[in-house]
């Protein structure tokens, strides 16, 4: 490894180009599963019979995860509460890329909406966890591109003292966030809820 | 006088300087400390999920391919053919109607409770003979009680001491089909059930023997070998059947056009 490659991996994780990047590519796919996810429900809306017989590499599934309660909470696909909000992060994204600065109150605004829209994720995940039994790829990729726009949102607006927090607090989540512990973290949870999710199904995908 | 006096404030101002100096120096110390207990934490705690998911893949493989591979001793049913199927009705019948099932998918038992009627009828009548497919892939779906390789077992022992007595069974089984995820009949229920469509004691004595496990077993994977993608599926004289299969009718109809045919 050469001399100075760790110090120049931290500086490029705190830089706006690396996080607004990882944050772009997350919301793409995001919005990707939630499209996929939309049309799946528009097909099954049409013909409630297209998902009925018992896929076997959704065992995982049977339509079992788009016919349930929980998949259209609000009275609609909960996938198109991505189409809507996606968007809005990938335009964040792009606009701070091309050295757009937004003021303080709309990165908060957009920090609890997404915090919101976080924990509507991981409720769904639990759900098809626990309760429904069933694993859908696409859900799946939308609860790891949700993690992961969450994370580089939270980064930012940490590092540049968004969240109106209170001063020992925000001093402490920026030292938090300066000796990379937010990665750490981050890389913990989602091998966390890797973990669950095989050895839970093993049988099934290997 | 006011060299003396400047030394003196110098002197005092040094050592407040050295205490804030070395307050700061152990508050850094602490958080770096507390930063690298953090980082050792974690990764030592990747390590261990990294370790578990790994073994329960390694696990999962090695299960798999005994579960597989145990065709040693394998015993198939007098009842089935060596595609895998329970041949029920008329050998002479001029409509064959095959079905892929597992005794745990609901949309199996959808089927049946649409279509078991007008099947038993032109079984009965002689018009079709039906061939069932008794897979076992949603196995994981019964709590680990293996439900539907239990009840597959149990529909192919009755099947090798009487057909039609099988083919009521199969249809008691899904009108108590059990709900995913819940631990299945239990054998005790497949016994009563299996006795009410009218085996005999000894045939359903040798339920628990799971005589046709592995078997079971391999036709499930021979099925998914041959395209086979879920369940059911159904053919007429070999050709999938894409009607829909969960009201009464379209079947009935297309077992008569091919009768007719």
Known sequence: MPEGFLPWLRGLRQSDRWIYST?????????????????????LAADPHAALAC?????????????????????????????????????????????????????????????LGLLFAYWLFFQAYFVIGALCPWCLLITLSTTLVFTSLTHVNIRDGNLYLPQGAGRLASGFVRADLDALLVAVWLLGIAAMVITKYATVMF | MSKDNSCNITATGREALHQRQQAAATADRRVSVAIRTAWIAGLAVIALLIGVTTWSIV????????????????????????????????????????????????????????????????????TAKLEVHPMSFLDDLSSGT?????????FVTVANHDRATALVFSQLLFAQQPAEHSAGLTDA????????????????????????QPWVAKITTQAFDSGITGTPTVKINGQTFTGDLYTAGPLAEAITAAANA
Not at chain 1, 79 to 102: D, M, N, W, Y
Not at chain 2, 90 to 103: M, S
Not at chain 2, 146 to 154: D, E, L, P
Request: charged letters at 10%; glycine letters at 10%; aromatic letters at 8%.
């Open chain 2, 189 to 212: 229920t497949l016994a009563g059930l299996a006795a009410q469509a009218g085996a005999p004691a000894d045939v359903v004595a040798a339920f628990g023997k799971r005589t046709y």
């Open chain 2, 146 to 154: 293996k439900y539907s390789t239990r009840a597959a077992n149990a």
């Open chain 2, 59 to 126: 696990g999962a493989r090695a299960s798999n391919t005994t579960g597989g591979g145990a065709i040693d001793g394998l015993i198939a049913p007098a009842a089935a053919t060596d595609s895998g199927a329970v041949v029920i009705g008329k050998p002479e019948a001029k409509v064959t109607v095959t079905v892929f099932l597992d005794f745990m998918c609901p949309y199996c038992g959808q089927f049946e409770r649409a279509n078991g009627g007008a099947l038993a009828a032109a079984i009965a009548n002689g």
């Open chain 1, 55 to 115: 896929n076997l590499n959704a065992v995982i599934s049977c339509g079992t995860v788009g016919a349930s309660w929980q998949a259209s909470l609000f009275g609609f696909p909960n996938a198109f509460l991505g189409l809507i909000a996606e968007p809005v992060v990938i335009t964040i994204a792009v606009a701070s890329l091309g050295g757009v600065r937004f003021p303080r109150w709309f990165m908060l605004s957009a920090q609890v909406v997404y915090t």
């Open chain 1, 23 to 43: 944050m772009l590519v997350s919301a793409l796919l995001s919005l990707t599963a939630s499209f996929v996810l939309s049309v799946d429900a528009i097909i």
